[in-house]
């Protein structure tokens, strides 16, 4: 009987969690870390995280790297790590009230030596207004070493977001050749990164993504086909993002949106320019899209 009940409370959770992926309409994803040590934190980022319908978050205890399904048109982001910074847990984007941190249970006080702290954290002041307050001298130390080790993974992975964009080009041209040679290309900056050279965050995110980074720059190069080139272009271009936004490129680019891409689910791609010149139709629908964040 316990293992009857057992077996309807997993399948039950199974359910409830995929129901809940298929209702965020405009879905986005991304991978972000943030801080924390046990369960009990897991439940309680993932409850800040969690809008129904708009915004959830899958916390991973051991690598403390979180995946967020969100509605970019309702919220974003840096909007989701805003609220579990205020929930105690501090995040790639904000640091949590220094209160609100204390209260944490016993087991949940993370070391907040190895927190990935903004210049402008979110501190609060004794009547509970939210103000920026200056980091000490040994928060601004390891904001510097943690720029430091940023900037190094950035001259590593500058060589795979410009191959990207080389591939996107290409797609927009509805040239197959040249998407297939600039996959190719692509793979081999992805296979010549150093990952001794990531820094801790970019590094986890990094061993995540690289089998589907490696299938889709192949999948690309063997196609023959624009369709079956674009759309293995759609999963890649998510995992690029991912990497953008936690490696922190100096390279500016634009995460942009197609809605009638993917049989009308959309679609996202990265782009240097802000104007919409669209990857998926080329010049079928050249300007369908919009620009749904600059990185």
Avoid at 58 to 68: I, K, S, Y
Avoid at 86 to 111: I, M, T
Avoid at 205 to 226: F, G, H, P, Q, Y
Wanted: aromatic share 6%.
């Amino acid at each position: 009987m316990k293992n009857l009940k057992a077996l309807i409370a997993s399948t039950f959770i199974v359910l409830f969690t995929i129901s809940s992926q298929a209702q965020i309409k405009n879905a986005v994803t991304s991978t972000v870390e943030i801080n924390g040590n046990c369960g009990m934190c897991k439940k309680t980022i993932e409850t800040a995280a969690y809008e129904p319908k708009i915004a959830k978050a899958e916390w991973d205890e051991d690598t403390h790297m979180a995946v967020l399904t969100f509605d970019a048109n309702k919220t974003s982001e840096e909007a989701i790590l805003k609220k579990i910074a205020q929930a105690g847990y501090d995040n790639q984007s904000f640091r949590a009230p220094d209160d609100v941190y204390a209260k944490l249970h016993e087991c949940c006080r993370y070391d907040r030596a190895h927190t990935i702290a903004t210049d402008d954290p979110i501190v609060h002041d004794q009547t509970g207004h939210q103000h920026h307050q200056d980091a000490s001298n040994n928060q601004n130390n390891t904001v510097q070493n943690q720029q430091t080790q940023s900037s190094e993974s950035n001259n590593q992975l500058d060589p795979v977001f410009k191959s990207y964009i080389n591939l996107k080009n290409a797609l927009l041209a509805s040239d197959s050749k040249s998407a297939q040679s600039a996959a190719q290309t692509l793979k081999k900056s992805i296979t010549s990164i150093d990952m001794s050279t990531l820094n801790t965050s970019v590094h986890e995110l990094w061993m995540k993504v690289i089998r589907s980074l490696e299938n889709e720059t192949t999948a690309i190069e063997k196609a023959t086909d624009l369709t079956k080139q674009r759309n293995s272009f759609m999963n890649l271009s998510n995992q690029i993002y991912s990497l953008a936004k936690v490696s922190k490129t100096t390279i500016p680019l634009y995460l942009q949106f197609c809605p009638m891409a993917n049989a009308g689910k959309g679609a996202h791609w990265l782009s240097l320019e802000e104007e919409i010149k669209n990857p998926y139709y080329g010049s079928k629908m050249m300007t369908c899209g919009e620009v749904k964040e600059k990185i």
